[in-house]
């Protein structure tokens, strides 16, 4: 009995060792199952992370390039003024003749050019004088009456406002019989800016007539 009982045991023993090589222990399965969890959430911060990071990327290159945009429309505004204010009253009477002459041909866009330039240079009597001499109020009062659009009307007439801030402008303008022109365009309600710029100029011409009868 004891040796049958002792077989018995050693066989049972055995069985017991290969079932327990065969099956893993539950702390191995508990520690993989933890570390494959563990991978997964790495690898989904990764993935959020190089997500996040790429959107941010482009949010950050459009806001920067939304900003330099306005930084180039600043600094070239500025500059057009600077040049408006500085460069074309130095040239001097080369520019006044150059913006006249675009009045001068029959393409209405350079008309505009060259009314606005005129605008841009009459900032005082002097200059004015200039752009008097060099026939700058015939050459407008001639675009602004073969206009056929308001853009064109109004630079026009906005141009010969800045000029004839002088009598000598005034008087040029008197002689070129436009003063039935500006009556039709004060009394015109299509474009509110060149009815008060003809307005100003009427109102400048019965000044001006009054003065020269006394």
């Known amino acids: ?93 080369s520019m006044v003749k ?30 004015r004088l200039r752009i008097v001499n060099a026939g700058g109020v015939a050459a407008l009062v001639r675009m602004l009456e073969s206009a056929t659009d308001d853009e064109t009307r109004r630079e026009a007439v906005k141009a010969l406002a800045t000029i004839s801030e002088i009598d000598a402008a005034v008087e040029a303008l008197d002689a070129t019989g436009v003063q039935s022109l500006l009556v039709t365009l004060a009394g015109s309600s299509v474009d509110l800016e060149s009815q008060q710029y003809a307005t100003t100029l009427l109102e400048r011409l019965s000044k001006w007539k009054s003065a020269s009868e006394q």
Request: charged share 20%; net charge positive.
């Open 98 to 127: 150059h913006s006249v002459a675009l009045l001068r041909t029959h393409d209405p866009y350079f008309k505009r050019s060259g009314a606005s330039r005129l605008t841009l240079i009459a900032t005082d009597d002097e200059r």
């Open 1 to 93: 009995m004891g040796s049958k009982t002792m077989l018995l045991a050693a066989a049972l023993m055995r069985s017991a060792g290969i079932r327990e090589s065969c099956a893993p222990r539950a702390s191995t399965l508990i520690f993989s199952a933890h570390t494959r969890s563990c991978g997964t959430k790495v690898v989904q911060r990764r993935a959020f992370s190089t997500t996040f990071g790429s959107q941010g990327a482009e949010a950050l290159e459009e806001e920067t390039e939304r900003k330099a945009g306005w930084m180039l429309k600043g600094i070239a505004a500025a500059t057009l003024t600077y040049v408006g204010f500085n460069v074309f009253p130095l040239m001097g009477d």
